[in-house]
């Protein structure tokens, strides 16, 4: 009889103890969501404000900007630091499918003669709908300016999509 009350109360103990670990955990799932949104909203907010920045190759700051550059800057805001030629941040980050893409994901096109060779990136900013994928870059032509992926254009052009965090 004492052995069975024993038993019963380590099992409402142990019972306990798994809810709290659960909590706990579950806590710091929803820490981690807020804090990578946080970031997130950072990094898109300082790119969206080179919008109107004239094109510059090399070009890091309000007189100029080129697409990796935009990129560079704009994770440095929220203390990530990534290659800053598009090519090199082509090579890091978890592989994303096009289909998949989210806000903070970085896209790589090719725009030049080789169909293969990254010239080209963008930092998606917002997801409308499943063909309105919104996304910010220095374009050479137009500066800085947010445009949807999903047109002929950069369908044609896109080549990969990654996630840094």
């Known amino acids: 009889m004492l052995q069975h009350k024993f038993r019963k109360i380590y099992s409402i103990q142990l019972i306990l103890f798994l809810l709290i670990v659960f909590f706990l955990s579950g806590c710091m799932t929803v820490k981690k969501r807020k ?8 990094i898109i907010q300082t790119a969206r404000s080179y919008t109107g920045t004239p094109y510059k190759w090399g070009g890091v700051n309000r007189s100029g900007m080129d697409c990796s550059g935009l990129l560079f800057v704009s994770f440095k805001s929220a203390d990530i630091n990534i290659p800053r030629v598009s090519r090199d941040q082509a090579k890091t980050g978890k592989k994303v499918k ?3 893409l989210e806000k903070g994901d970085v896209v790589f096109f ?13 930092l998606v900013t917002e997801v409308r709908g499943k063909n309105d994928v919104r996304f910010i870059h ?3 032509s137009v500066g800085v300016v947010e445009a949807n992926i999903y047109t002929d254009y950069y369908t044609k052009k896109f080549r990969k999509a990654r996630r840094y965090f």
């Open 35 to 42: 804090l990578r949104e946080r970031k997130l909203d950072t």
């Open 98 to 100: 096009f289909r998949k």
């Open 110 to 122: 090719a725009m030049g003669k080789r169909r293969r060779r990254i010239t080209h990136a963008g």
């Open 138 to 140: 220095a374009s050479s």
